[in-house]
């Protein structure tokens, strides 16, 4: 079973739309949760970050973390064809940690 | 400018030709890394450092090795290259490893026959 599982997609949207993108993750030791962003053929860029349970906002992006149930969401709001990208959850034991682990990833399209 | 560079930027091997990536930033950045990523599985790190002379395994260190001897320089070896190393590989770094900004170069496109 792997550490972190995230939601396959792809997901499509329509302009405007709220979009969740959810990773679940199997060990307790992970305390440090990220969120990337990656467009076609570029490096991925990181997005969002967060090491406690609850919601963290920037902008129309919101970033949530429930470590009772292992579960964490990055919400879009108001979503926009330029979102369209693959996004990948990654989560590391503490913030100085070297090792990281990454979901596989969901592609989401906004259509205009 | 800041950046993270790879060399090279895409590669046709054979299996068995021993190969090097070379990954080079100009930020003085402590921490760097190696991924690969292929379709459908996200990003799965290969190794890190966290400075000179300091690295260890990631999730998929099998393979590849690595060594950090200068600050900007993190080259990822391939001795024996295999074709399930065909991959895109990722090169980041970061000012440390709590950094909240790793940059990422622009990728390697490995191609093992």
């Known amino acids: 079973q792997k550490e972190v599982e995230q939601d396959p997609g792809p997901l499509s949207v329509p302009e405007g739309a709220i979009v969740s993108l959810n990773c679940t993750y199997s060990n307790s030791a992970f305390q440090y949760f990220m969120w990337y962003r990656q467009y076609s053929r570029k490096g991925p860029e990181l997005l969002m970050y967060?090491?406690?349970?609850g919601n963290k906002e920037d902008g129309r992006f919101t970033a949530q973390v429930d470590k009772s149930s292992k579960y964490i969401s990055l919400f879009i709001r108001d979503s926009q064809p330029s979102d369209s990208a693959t996004y990948l959850c990654a989560m590391k034991r503490s913030v100085s940690a070297g090792k990281s682990t990454f979901g596989d990833g969901t592609t989401l399209t906004v259509k205009p | 400018e800041a950046q993270v560079t790879q060399n090279p930027r895409y590669l046709i091997t054979v299996t068995g030709k021993k190969l090097t990536v070379t990954c080079s930033q100009n930020?003085?950045?402590?921490?760097m890394s190696w991924y690969r990523q292929d379709p459908g599985l996200g990003l799965r790190q290969i190794y890190y450092?966290?400075?000179?002379?300091?690295?260890d395994k990631g999730d998929v260190p099998e393979g590849y090795k690595v060594s950090r001897k200068e600050k900007r320089n993190f080259p990822l070896i391939l001795e024996s290259p295999s074709p399930n190393q065909t991959s895109l590989y990722f090169c980041?770094?970061?000012?440390?490893?709590?950094?909240?900004?790793?940059?990422f170069g622009p990728g390697t496109r490995l191609l093992v026959l």
């Open positions: 450092s966290m400075n000179v002379e300091v690295t």
């Open positions: 930020m003085n950045h402590e921490y």
């Open positions: 980041a770094s970061s000012l440390d490893a709590g950094g909240e900004t790793q940059y």
């Open positions: 967060t090491y406690s349970s």
